[in-house]
C-alpha cells in the first residue's frame, strides 16, 4: 500500500461504485444489488427489499440543536423513504448506535422515544440491532426492510422513458432552508450564549429539517389508482442529484420548468434572507425526502389530482441532457454538484 | 432530562431490553424480533432472517494489527455466523462504512478485497450499503440476511429442554489468547519499535483472531444427517455467556464437563504462558465463532461422527442452573461475566 489517494477524488458515488465494482451478483435470488434506494431479493413467492444508512454525529447530525427525539425519529423517517421509494410499504426496521460516555440512559431513552414514534406512525416493527461503545460521539446505523409479493410493483430508478412525466411530491428546499436557520443561530449562541435563538417563527422549515416525514401517502395513492411510477427515488440529495441518478439508471435525460417547481412561502422567503436563489435551494438542497416520479403520458389524468404532487418537468432523449427552463425563459444545463451557486 | 444514569448500569443487554422493552411485534409477519441471533420475517412462503452488527475502530478491531483485509473478511463473517445459528445459510450482505480523511482509497480497497473474500469462499451477494464521512477513524455496520422457505428448520435459542446434550462446534479461547498476543506485542512495540513483534509462532491464535471463520459446515451437516438442533447459539461473548443465553430463552439449565471443554494446544500452552487458567480463557473469552447447540438425546447416534463438534455437558432443569463440572471433581456456578477469574 505505496499509494495515497485521497477518497475525495471520487466522490460518495463513485467511490461506492469504485469499491463494489468486482461484486457482481452471483444467486438467483438477488434481483437488484447497489445502485438503486434499496436491494431487492427474491424470496420463493415473495420479495424483500433492504435498504440502509449509516449516520455520524458532527457529520449528520449536531447535538446542538437536535434533539434526541427528534434524531431518532428521523433516522427511522429517512431509512423508511429509501423503501416507499421503490414503491413498497416498509415494514421492519433494525436500529444499531455506538454511543460514547456523554451519553445517558435517559439520553438513549429520549432517542428510543422518537425511534418508537416513527414505528407507531408508520407500523414498521422493530426487529434488531447492536449496541455498542463508541471512543467519541455517536454513530447510528439502521436498516428498513419492507415485503411485497407483487414482482411488478417494485418501481426502480431505471424505468423512466423519453416522453414520461416528471413529479415531484410535497415542497422542496425547506429542510435545506431549516438547516442554514439552525447553524446560524448556533453560531450566534456559540458567539453569546445569552442571545436565545429566534426559531419560533420558522417552525415549517425547522421541522423540515429536524423531524421530516416520508411520502407514505403518495405510495397509498399510487395504489388506489393502480398506477406504478415507470421510475423512482426520494430526494436525500437535492433534486438535481436525485433527478441525475433516474437519468443516468434509465437512459435518457429531463428538464425542469423552474416556475413549477414547488416550494413554500417560507422557504423561499428564508432564501432570500440569507441571499440564495431560492429556486438553487430546491435543486441542491436536499434531505426533503419527498418522492421523486416519472409517469407515462398515458396515465397523466391518474395523478392530476394526487394531494400535493407537482408536475415539474418532463423525460426527453439522453441527448438532449438534463436543463433547467427558468422562469426568464433561459435554458441552463444542470450537472449534479454542478450547478451548485447558491448565491443570488 | 434531569436525571443522568451511566449507561454501564444496564449492560450491553440489559440496557438493549431497557430500551426495546415497549417495542412490540404488531405484525404478523413478525415472526421473532429482537432477542436471538437473527430477526425473522414471514413472507407469504419465505422467511427471510436479518443480523446486524455495528463495528467501531479503537472499541472491536485496533488498526495497529488488524490487516484492513482481515478487517473486512472478518467483519462480513461474524455476521454471517449469527445467520448460520439460526441453521440458516447467509444469501445476502450490506455494507456500510464511515470513515476518517486518514483512510485513503487504497485502504479502502484493501478493506473491501477482504469483504470479497468472504462473500466470494460463503458464496453470498453483496447488495448495498452507506459510505460516508466519520470525524476520526472507522465505523462499520454489517447486515447479513438469509432466506429458507422451511420455517421448521430455523433454530432459535429457546428451544433446548432439560436432558438434551450440549455440543460446541471446532475449538474455544484461542481467539480471546489471540488477541491478548497481539496486545502484549503491541505494548512491547510501543514501548520499543525496534522490536519486531514475535507473532510468528502462533499463527494458529492469530488467525483465529483476525481471520475467525463462521461454521457453515456444521449447518450442511446438519442437513446431511437430516439433524435439527433444539437450540443454537453462536459463540461471540463466550461460552459461559452464550450458555447462558440459551438457558435463558429455553427456561433451562446447563452442567459443561471441563475435561471435555475443546481446545488447541496453542491455546492451553498461551493461556498458561499468561498466567491464566486454561478453561476460563475457554469460558469467557468469546470471539471464537463456533455453534453452540443442543440435541435431543434420542438423536445423539446422528452427532456422534460429526467433524469437529464436541459433546461438552447437557441441559438440566432450570433449578439445578448453570454449573461447570471441573477436572478435579468440583461443581461451580457458572454466571455470565460472573466466573472472571482469568488467573490461575
Known sequence: MSQHTDVNKYGEFGLID??????KP?????????????????????????????????????????????????????NLSDIYAMNVRPTHITYSIAISSKYSVEALEELYAGIKTACDLYNVDLIGGDTTSHLKGMAISVTAIGVTSEKDNIVYRSGANAGDILCVTGDLGGAYLGLQL?????QIFLSNQNIQPKIEDHKYLIERQL???????AIAFFKKVDLIPTAMIDISDGLSS????????????????????????????????F??????CALNGGEDYELLFTVSPDEIE?????????????MVDRADKLTLHTTGGKIYPL??????????
Not at 433527478?243 to 422567503?269: N, Q, T, W, Y
Not at 441571499?275 to 438553487?280: C, E, F, L, Q, V
Not at 391518474?302 to 394531494?307: A, D, E, R, T
Not at 450537472?335 to 443570488?344: C, I, K, S, V
Request: net charge negative; glycine share 8%; hydrophobic share 40%.
Open 302 to 314: 391518474k395523478i392530476q389530482f394526487m394531494p400535493g404532487a407537482t408536475i415539474i418537468g418532463e
Open 26 to 78: 452471483r444467486l438467483p435470488s438477488t434481483l437488484l444489488g447497489i445502485g438503486d434506494d434499496a436491494a431487492v431479493i427474491s424470496n420463493d413467492k415473495g420479495y424483500t427489499l433492504i435498504s440502509t444508512d449509516l449516520l455520524i454525529e458532527g457529520i449528520h447530525f449536531d447535538m446542538m440543536y437536535s434533539p434526541l427525539k427528534h434524531l431518532g425519529y428521523k433516522s427511522v423517517v429517512v
Open 18 to 23: 469504485h469499491l463494489t465494482k468486482d461484486f
Open 211 to 217: 423531524k421530516p416525514e416520508a411520502a407514505s401517502d
Open 242 to 273: 436525485d433527478l441525475m441518478h433516474i437519468c443516468r439508471a434509465s437512459g435518457v435525460g429531463a428538464f425542469i420548468e423552474e416556475v413549477k417547481v414547488p416550494m413554500s412561502e417560507d422557504a423561499k422567503i428564508m432564501a432570500l434572507e
Open 335 to 344: 450537472e449534479a454538484q454542478g450547478w451548485n451557486h447558491f448565491e443570488l
Open 182 to 186: 439552525l447553524e446560524r443561530e448556533k
Open 275 to 280: 441571499n440564495m436563489n431560492p429556486i438553487s
